[in-house]
């Protein structure tokens, strides 16, 4: 079956620093791939994504690029802020049309200090 | 504000009580999905609708029943709860582009 690997947290970092989130996955065929992004007491919210091979997603100043030879998808970010602080979750999407399902890895919590 | 909601935001409830957690979407998505978050296990999914009037099981189905009432609710049912059930209960919508929006989800604790 299909299965996220997130590296584990919690990450503690300064402001500007640089960020790197690992996530590997496996999975049968060609999953697109995701990173959620969860601040406290709220629910998932989309960051970035990826939907084929070497496709690279960003937002907000965070990127990762879809690795087929590596089956990586890994979260960087240049400088990363206070308000970065949050939970994040790689995760994959198989399936066709509207039986997509997601699978996600078990995340990674980030606390920025300033 | 377009979006997911859910309902309740917190509930306690005593072991084998039953409930029904609501979940309704105003953007006309056709698949639905109810997953449970657990520390340092992510998120999995207990259901999922793909259209209305169809429903699936998904990875931890046990204990649980769902509704697809029509294409904008899709309810997750506790027939008797079980302090395993405790957790925090996220509903989402899946748009053309397979983009999935999360509601903000219900805390549920069992004692």
């Known amino acids: 079956g299909n299965s996220v690997t997130q590296m584990e947290g919690p990450v503690t970092l300064s402001e500007e620093a640089f960020l790197t989130i690992n996530c590997t996955y496996t999975?049968?065929?060609?999953?697109?791939l995701f990173w959620y992004v969860q601040y406290p007491g709220e629910g998932l919210q989309l960051l970035l994504k990826a939907t084929k091979a070497d496709d690279k997603g960003s937002n907000k100043g965070f990127e990762a690029t879809y690795r087929k030879e590596t089956t990586s998808f890994h979260l960087e970010k240049g400088s990363v802020q206070v308000s970065d602080s949050a939970v994040y979750f790689c995760a994959l999407s198989e399936g066709s049309g509207s039986a997509r399902q997601l699978t996600f890895g078990s995340g990674t919590q980030l606390t920025v200090l300033p | 504000n377009a979006g997911v909601t859910q309902t309740p935001k917190f509930q306690v409830l005593k072991t084998g009580q039953s409930m029904t957690l609501q979940c309704a979407q105003d953007?006309?998505?056709?698949?639905m999905y109810w997953y449970r978050q657990d520390p340092g296990m992510g998120l999995r999914l207990i259901y999922y609708?793909?259209?209305?009037?169809?429903?699936d099981k998904g990875e931890v189905p046990n204990g649980y029943n769902v509704s697809r009432l029509n294409k904008r609710e899709f309810s997750l049912r506790l027939e008797s709860a079980a302090p395993s059930q405790t957790s925090v209960y996220f509903c989402a919508s899946l748009d053309s582009n397979y983009g999935y929006t999360f509601g903000s989800g219900t805390r549920l604790t069992v004692v």
């Open positions: 609708s793909a259209s209305e009037g169809t429903t």
């Open positions: 999975a049968t065929g060609y999953p697109s």
């Open positions: 953007m006309n998505h056709n698949s």
